[in-house]
C-alpha cells in the first residue's frame, strides 16, 4: 500500500476543502486543484485504509465522461496540467489523479438520476409506489428498469453527514424555476447519453448523480466528478436480472461487507471510526474499479 495516497498534502498551495475523496486546492481566484485520493467512504463514513490506485482510476473515469458529453454540457476542465502549478516534490502526489479546474459558483443541489429501480428508491417504491415524489407504475421489481428516467434531486450535505432527498419543487424554491428546469433537463440528457455508450461496452448505469456550478457569466456548468462508480451505480450486463440486486462496479462489494463488520466487539453503527478493512476487501474494491474502467474505455 506504500503507492496509496489517503490524504494529500499540497503545502505550496491553500487547502479550500477535504472531501470525502477530493482534497481542493486553490490556485489563485479563477482556478481550482482537484486531487482524487485514495479515501473510500461508505455510509457517509470515511474508511481508514486507502483503496491504492482509486484515485487515478476516478480520474480517469471522469476525464473519459467528461470528454464524451461534452457536447451537452460545458465543463470544468481548463484544459491545463495539473503538474504545473505545484512544486517539484509535490508532483507524485498529483500525477494522473488531479484536475485543474475552473472555480465555480456550485449550485447546492445533488443531481440524481435514476434508470432502475435500486436502493433505497427500491425501498421507498415498495412503501409508497413512488421515488422522491415522483409517481410510478405498479408491478415493478427490485432492479426494475423505469419506464423513463427520473429525476430525483437531493440536498447537498456537509461533509459526514448524509444528502437529504428533497422533490423538484423544493429545488425550485431553492434555485429558481429557471435554473431547476434547465438542471433537471440536462442531468436526464446526459444519463441517456451515458446510459447509451455504457451499454455498448456491457455495462448498465442504473443511476448517478451530477454536480453543477455557475460561471462569471451566470452559465450552468458540470462539475466534480462524474459518472464514476463513487457516484454512480453500474451493473455488469451479463449478471442482471429484474428482481434481484445485481453484481456492481460500485461500492456495494464494501457496503456489503460493512453490513456485517465489528468494532470492539459489537456490530458497526454505521458512524465513526469504521472497521478497518481486511486485505481482502481492499483488493476487491480495487479491482472492480479498475474492471469498469478497462471495460468503458476498451
Not at 464524451?68 to 509535490?90: A, K
Not at 428508491?121 to 426494475?144: D, I, R
Request: charged share 25%; net charge neutral; glycine share 8%.
Amino acid at each position: 500500500m506504500t503507492n496509496a495516497l489517503h490524504t494529500s498534502s499540497i503545502s505550496s498551495l491553500p487547502l479550500l476543502a477535504r472531501g470525502k475523496v477530493r482534497d481542493n486546492y486553490a490556485v489563485g481566484e479563477e482556478r481550482i486543484l482537484m486531487v482524487a485520493s485514495d479515501r473510500i467512504s461508505a455510509f457517509d463514513v470515511i474508511m481508514g485504509e486507502p483503496i491504492p490506485g482509486k484515485g487515478e482510476l476516478l480520474t480517469k473515469m471522469a476525464l473519459f465522461w467528461f470528454g464524451q458529453l461534452g457536447h451537452i454540457c460545458p465543463n470544468h476542465l481548463t484544459g491545463d496540467n495539473p503538474e504545473s502549478v505545484v512544486q517539484p516534490h509535490e508532483v507524485t502526489q498529483v500525477r494522473g489523479r488531479a484536475m485543474l479546474v475552473k472555480r465555480l459558483k456550485p449550485i447546492p443541489v445533488e443531481a440524481v438520476v435514476r434508470g432502475y429501480l435500486a436502493g433505497s428508491g427500491w425501498a421507498e417504491y415498495q412503501a409508497s409506489q413512488s421515488v422522491c415524489g415522483v409517481q410510478l407504475p405498479a408491478g415493478l421489481k427490485n432492479a426494475s428498469k423505469l419506464p423513463e428516467p427520473i429525476y430525483t434531486p437531493a440536498a447537498k450535505a456537509e461533509v459526514g453527514e448524509h444528502d437529504e432527498n428533497i422533490t423538484y419543487e423544493k429545488t425550485v424554491e431553492m434555485i429558481g424555476p429557471a435554473l431547476a428546469a434547465q438542471i433537471r433537463d440536462i442531468s436526464i440528457a446526459l444519463y441517456k447519453a451515458a446510459s447509451e455508450i455504457a451499454l455498448k461496452k456491457g455495462i448498465i448505469i442504473a443511476d448517478t448523480k451530477f454536480e453543477f456550478g455557475l460561471d462569471k457569466q451566470g452559465q450552468l456548468v458540470l462539475m466534480d466528478e462524474v459518472l464514476t462508480p463513487d457516484s454512480s451505480r453500474y451493473w455488469p450486463v451479463e449478471g442482471y436480472r429484474e428482481g434481484a440486486n445485481p453484481p456492481s462496479y460500485d461500492k456495494q462489494f464494501l457496503r456489503d461487507w460493512l453490513e456485517t463488520a465489528t468494532v470492539n466487539g459489537q456490530p458497526w453503527g454505521k458512524k465513526p471510526p469504521a472497521p478497518q478493512l481486511p486485505q481482502e476487501v481492499i483488493d476487491k474494491t480495487a479491482a472492480k474499479y479498475r474492471e469498469a474502467l478497462t471495460r468503458l474505455t476498451a
